[in-house]
C-alpha cells in the first residue's frame, strides 16, 4: 500500500524554521527574554479557576476583543484575534487569496507572508526593496500596477532588517495598492511611529500585531489585527468555529492590565539594543539602526555563517539569515537580557 502524495502545488519549499540547539545564550527568535510579570500570572491563575471546561469557548472572543478595542482607541467589531499573528495571516490569505489571485510582498522581509500565501495556494509576487532596505515607492507602484494583488504586504519594523517603513510611505502604497495593505507590526511597540493610526473603516489597511513579543507571551500564541470591521467580518468566515480557546482568550485580555510592565520591558529592550548598536560601533561589522528587539549586522572580515558557528562554539545562538534574499552574509541578532547581551558582544569579538 502506498500512501497518497500531498498537494502537488506544495512542492519542496521548506519551513521557516531555527534550528532549535540548546545553548546558554538564545537570541534567534526574537522572543522576550523576560517573563511576563508575576502578577499576571496570579491573576490568571485566578481567572482559569473560573472557566466552564466543559463549554466552548467565547466564539467572538468577546471581552478579549473589547479590552484590545480599548487598548487602541476602535471598535471590538474592528479586532479580529487568532492563534499568533501567523494564524491572523493566514485568515487573511484564506479570506482574500486562493488560486488565480496573488499577494505582492518587498524583499527582504518576513518570510512568512511568501510561505502562508504558497500553502492557501495564492501566488506570491515578490518585489525588492532598495540595497539600504528602505521601500523603494517607484518599485511598489510598478509591482502593484502590473500584478493587481490582492494583498500588498509591508513589515514595519521590518523582520529580518529593523527597519520601519515612514508613515508617507505607507500612505503612498496605500494609494497605489488596488487590493489590502497589511502592515505587519509584530514588533510595532518598539518602534517610534505605528500605522495604527491610519485604521479606519474606509481605508482598505490592517495592522497586525502579537502577544509574543513585547507581551512576553510567545508560549501563549495569541495575536490579532486592527482594520475595517468589513474586513474582520470576512476573516470570521474562514476561521474555525472556536478557534481560541477560553484560556488563551483570558490570558490576553489579563495581560492588558499590565500595560504599566509591558512598557517598562520594552524601554528596557530599546536601552539594551542601542547599548549592544554602540558596542558594535567599532567592530568590524556593518550594523543596521533598528528599532526592533533584534539587529542585523554583517561581519566585514570573515564570513557570516562561519561567525554564526563561531558564535555558536562560545554558547550563543543567533539567526543565521545570510542565505535569505538579499542578506549575504547577515546574522540577526535579538536583544537578551543584559546579561546574554555581554556574552554575545563578548563572542563576537572573538569570534571576529
Ligand atoms: N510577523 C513577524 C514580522 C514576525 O517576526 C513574527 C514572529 N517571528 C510573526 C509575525 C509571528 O508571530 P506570532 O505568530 O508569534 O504572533
Sequence with gaps: MTLPGPRPDLGL???????????PVRLNTNESPLPPPPEWRARLAEEADRIEWNRYPDRQATELRRALARFHRVRP?????ANGSNEVLQSLCLAYGGPGRCVATF?????????????????????RRRADFSL???????????????????CSPNNPTGLVDDPASVRAVLDAAPGLVVVDEA?????????????DDSVPLVVTRTFSKTW?????????????????????????????????Q????????????????????VRERQRILSAMGPLAVTAWPSQSNFILFRPETRKGDEVWTALLDQGVLVRDTSSWPGLAGCLRVTVGTPEENDAFLDALREAL
Excluded at 519549499?13 to 545553548?23: D, F, I
Excluded at 467589531?77 to 484575534?81: A, G, I, L
Excluded at 482594520?227 to 468566515?237: F, H, I, K
Aim: hydrophobic content about 50%.
Design 13 to 23: 519549499r521548506e519551513g521557516y524554521h531555527s534550528p532549535q540547539v540548546e545553548v
Design 77 to 81: 467589531e474592528q479586532v479580529f484575534c
Design 107 to 127: 524583499e527582504p522581509t518576513y518570510a512568512l507572508h511568501a510561505h502562508i500565501a504558497h500553502l492557501t495556494a495564492t501566488e506570491v509576487v515578490e518585489g
Design 136 to 154: 523603494d515607492l517607484d518599485e511598489v507602484r510598478d509591482v502593484v500596477a502590473a500584478r493587481e494583488p490582492v494583498i500588498t504586504f509591508l
Design 187 to 199: 514588533y510595532g511597540q518598539f518602534a517610534d511611529w505605528s500605522a495604527l493610526s491610519l485604521v
Design 216 to 248: 512576553s507571551m510567545a508560549a501563549a500564541r495569541l495575536g490579532y489585527l486592527v482594520g475595517p470591521a468589513g474586513v474582520v467580518a470576512n476573516l470570521e468566515r474562514v476561521a474555525l468555529p472556536y478557534h481560541l480557546d477560553s484560556f488563551k
Design 250 to 269: 483570558v490570558a490576553g485580555r489579563v495581560a492588558l492590565e499590565f500595560v504599566g510592565q509591558m512598557e517598562e520591558r520594552v524601554a528596557l529592550i
